[in-house]
């Protein structure tokens, strides 16, 4: 079965620490990934996604892509209280739209 | 420009009973993607339509179904309800559902079946 894996947590950051967010996937067909940030009781909303190796960034965010490895991770620097949530990996697995989800990391950030 | 929006946002409904939901995309977006989401399972893919054309289809049984009209709008029916089928009823659409089109969701309409 084609899984992403994403360690449940909670991982607790400090304010104005950098959190760093870590997932697996086991289809190495897979072609684009995506984090979702969801509130408690709200739906996903984009945060970026990413389909070339390396580094994307944008703002206080920074994905990362190790195709080799098939790991995807999300840097958020400068981390607030505001971006205490869930934070979801998602892969598309085969076709474009079906989108495979991680459980989600839930997300901390402590005053 | 508005977001995907969903209704209802709320039902309850009893088992063996059907019910039917309703999404609008994003202006301009063409495909749209439903998607289930549960605790125990998170969320899991229900189906795609692009162009009033069914594209993909997640493991859900038959009794989950969809449509999609010719300005994009798109609906979920759900028959014979089962109190498995409580959950977070997630609606995504996409410019072209390729692989640098992003999914975006709407608010999402919940479902308790008692």
């Known amino acids: 079965q084609k899984e992403v894996e994403q360690n449940s947590g909670p991982l607790s950051v400090p304010e104005g620490a950098i959190a760093s967010l870590n997932c697996t996937y086991s289809d190495r067909g897979s072609q684009s990934f995506f984090w979702y940030r969801q509130y408690s009781g709200k739906s996903p909303e984009l945060i970026m996604f990413?389909?070339?190796?390396g580094d994307k960034e944008d703002g206080r965010f920074t994905a990362q892509l190790n195709k080799a490895s098939q790991y995807v991770s999300l840097l958020i620097r400068d981390s607030q209280p505001s971006d205490s949530a869930t934070y979801l990996c998602a892969a598309n697995t085969g076709t474009a739209s079906k989108l495979t989800f991680g459980t989600g990391t839930r997300l901390q950030v402590t005053l | 420009k508005a977001g995907v929006t969903q209704t209802p946002r709320y039902l309850i409904k009893t088992r063996g009973q059907q019910v039917t939901l309703s999404c609008s995309p994003i202006?301009?977006?063409?495909?749209v993607s439903w998607y289930q989401q549960t605790p125990g399972q998170g969320l899991q893919f229900l189906f795609e339509y692009f162009s009033e054309t069914q594209r993909n289809k997640g493991n859900f049984p038959g009794r989950f179904s969809g449509r999609q009209f010719s300005n994009s709008r798109s609906e979920m029916n759900v028959s014979t309800l089962e109190l498995g089928d409580s959950a977070l009823y997630l609606c995504?659409?996409?410019?072209?559902?390729?692989?640098?089109?992003?999914?975006?969701f709407g608010n999402g309409t919940r479902l308790t079946v008692t």
């Open positions: 995504a659409s996409s410019l072209t559902g390729a692989n640098n089109s992003p999914l975006h």
């Open positions: 202006s301009g977006h063409r495909s």
């Open positions: 990413i389909y070339s190796n």
